[in-house]
């Protein structure tokens, strides 16, 4: 049964909402949106009723009604007769379908311009709240072709496999041999994705209290998970660069760094049960972990009994052609996640796990509480795209390259006030904000025709208020368009520093 919101409820979650500066029907609306847009109220939530949620929050029913009815046409809210409305999110055109110039797009079918079913994002909405590329069409369709003639070999076993397809965990060991870090195949564990490969390690290492240690920002859906199993996140910040040792040489602004002292200051004093790092192309951050700091990393949560996830998911992006080792080189004691959602397509839900035997029979036992393994056919298809993982990376890295120096030039040319540095991988540029002002954007960003991501969604507490992630999986006219609609939206802002406030007071800051 879908959720529903009493009015008790939803007014504690709207908080201080009216500031008296727009009206307040527009006030109301903009922060149920904003907690639509943050997750704080699930989508597909029925709303109170008008006549109750207006005693509750003891104003008109009129304010209450064309509330309701600005959330309606923004698509923010259903329009059924007679019915409670129930959150939405307006439907987007799929990255996936503009994104990048990708060859085998169109032998999937998919033209530029098309919507797939299913997945969010406009009627005339850029997204940039996901950072996520479409598949590289050609080559997955193939993978699949051939697991389709793989398939009947298979049949008549049972299919239920906790560990994975053999032949995909062996592909997977390989990769990480020819890498520098002997692996055999029951070092793997095949599982549905990233995120699916952390609720795993999660579930066998961290209980309820356990202190896990995260970097602060990070991915805010690796925070959900940590919050969501009862563990307490501890967060560790970044540095600027030059505080590390590792300035920038091109003379930019001063890059976010790793903060050695304070990582291992905090597994020293606070123990943690876990640690969950991104060294590779840090989501949002696109910072790259030197290899001395790797090696401190290991040493330190070794020493703290600390077991260190480190997720890979993003190692393949790599703009630059930086080059460091796995930290899995530094130390067995690793447990290293690894995913084809970036480097093929997010669609294909597959991803592994890498450790230990020992701690490879751990995760498969805790598995088998939340599935029961992984569907063949995408298994069949995944290690045919492993034996080959790099065929599809030089036209996505070329095209990335170019839309991240697009975006930069954008931003500095129409957003001069916004500090970007110039992320070595991934998919995103986190940009400092000249006020804080993130969650006011984002709240605003949909009547400029663009949707954000707030800076808190990517850290604990209400922190990064001043930042903002902005993907450039777009090509660059796309980025164009959406960079003068960030442009426009500042603007409203700076002309309203009254609005500013009362977005920036909406309640939905925190995810913890
Ligand atoms: C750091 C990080 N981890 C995990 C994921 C989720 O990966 P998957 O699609 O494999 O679950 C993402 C996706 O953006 C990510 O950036």
Redesign the pocket.
């Known amino acids: 049964m879908s959720p529903s919101l009493n009015p008790s409820a939803l007014a504690r979650l709207l908080g201080e909402w009216n500031l008296g500066v727009e009206p307040a029907y527009r006030e109301l609306a903009d922060v149920v949106r904003l907690l639509v847009l943050d997750g704080r109220v699930a989508l597909d939530t029925a709303l109170p009723s008008e006549r109750t949620l207006s005693e509750s929050l003891g104003v008109s029913r009129t304010t209450v009604t064309a509330a309701y009815r600005h959330l309606r046409e923004q698509g923010f809210l259903s329009s059924g007769q007679g019915s409670r409305g129930r959150t939405r999110i307006p439907r987007l055109t799929p990255l996936g379908t503009t994104v990048l110039s990708d060859p085998g797009l169109t032998t999937t079918g998919r033209t530029p311009g098309a919507t797939s079913p299913g997945l969010a994002a406009p009627e005339g909405l850029i997204d940039l709240a996901y ?2 590329l479409p598949a590289s069409g050609e080559v997955v369709h193939r993978a699949f072709a051939a697991a389709l003639t793989e398939l009947p070999a298979l049949l008549p076993g049972f299919g239920y496999d906790a560990m994975g397809l053999l032949p995909l965990r062996e592909a997977v060991a390989a990769r990480y041999a020819a890498a520098g870090v002997p692996t055999t195949a029951e070092q793997i564990l095949v599982t549905s ?4 490969a ?1 609720n795993i390690i999660i579930r066998a290492v961290a209980g309820r209290q356990d202190r896990v240690l995260v970097e602060h920002p990070s ?1 805010p ?2 925070l959900d998970a940590i919050r969501a199993a009862g563990c307490r996140a501890i967060p560790v910040a970044f540095t600027a660069a030059h505080d590390a040792g590792t300035d920038r040489a091109d003379g930019g602004p001063p890059a976010l760094a790793w903060d050695m002292h304070a990582l291992q200051a905090t597994m020293t004093q606070q123990r943690p049960t876990m640690a969950y790092v ?1 060294p590779d192309f840090h ?1 949002p951050t696109g910072q790259l972990m030197p290899d001395v700091q790797r090696r401190q990393l290991v040493r330190a949560a070794a020493a703290a009994g600390t077991v260190l996830v480190v ?1 890979e ?2 190692r393949e992006l790599n703009l630059d052609g930086a080059e460091t080792s796995p930290v899995a080189a530094f130390s067995p004691a690793v447990v290293t ?1 690894g ?1 084809l ?2 480097s093929h397509w ?1 669609g294909l ?1 597959t ?1 592994w796990i890498r450790a230990s035997e020992t701690m490879i029979q751990r995760f498969a036992a805790a598995r088998t509480s939340l599935d029961l393994g992984g569907p063949v056919m995408e298994q069949l298809a995944a290690a045919h795209l492993v034996r080959a993982l790099d065929e599809p990376l030089p036209a996505r890295l070329s095209a990335l390259r170019d839309n991240r120096a697009a975006l930069l030039e954008l931003l500095a040319g129409h957003l001069p006030g916004w500090e970007t540095g110039r992320p070595a991988g991934g998919l995103s540029v986190w940009c400092r904000l000249p006020a804080p002002v993130s969650t006011a954007l984002t709240v605003i960003a949909p009547d400029f025709g663009i949707r954000l991501a707030a800076g808190p969604r990517f850290g604990i507490g209400g922190a990064f208020e001043r930042y903002l992630r902005v993907p450039f999986t777009l090509p660059p006219e796309q980025l164009e368009t959406a960079v003068l609609a960030l442009r426009s939206a500042q603007d409203r802002l700076d002309a309203a520093p009254q609005l500013r406030r009362t977005l920036k007071n909406a309640p939905a800051l925190a995810i913890a």
Request: hydrophobic residues 30%.
């Open positions: 950072a996520s994705g990233a995120q699916h952390l991915y859906n690796a991104v989501n997720d998911t993003l996640i995913s959602s970036k997010g839900r991803g």
